[in-house]
């Protein structure tokens, strides 16, 4: 079992920078991969970034790619998104997520993954 908490969420305006974390317990932690997803008020969840287990490999999505960085720390059991250059339409509630199969690859699919946070709201202004 694995319980991930997000935090970093807020207000900032558009062209500003968050930095998202995901704390995570349980002991096999270090060997699933992880992907952040957002839910944009009235749409649906939608795929953010994913990351391998090791944190060598990383996906993201084509809005996102070259402002997000996501990136992990197995020692701490945490999971972060880096976001610059943010945009209204980056605003969402963010989730974090833990996909359990051991040193399997990421995946971009919500129903992939097997643990979720709660979420964190990010709003950018204009």
């Known amino acids: 079992q694995v319980q991930l908490v997000e935090s970093g969420g807020g207000l900032v305006q558009a062209g500003g920078s968050l930095r998202l974390s995901c704390a995570a317990s349980g002991r096999m932690f270090n060997v699933y991969a992880l992907g952040w997803f957002r839910q944009p008020p009235g749409k649906e969840r939608e795929f953010v970034a994913a990351?391998?287990?090791?944190?060598?490999?990383?996906y993201y999505a084509e809005s996102v790619k070259g402002r997000f960085t996501i990136s992990r720390d197995n020692a701490k059991s945490t999971l972060y998104l880096q976001m610059n250059s943010l945009k209204p339409e980056d605003t969402a509630v963010y989730y974090c997520a833990c996909r359990r199969s051991i040193y399997g690859s990421y995946a971009i699919a919500a129903d992939d993954y097997d643990y979720w946070g709660q979420g964190t709201q990010v709003t950018v202004s204009s």
């Open positions: 990351i391998n287990w090791s944190g060598d490999r990383t």
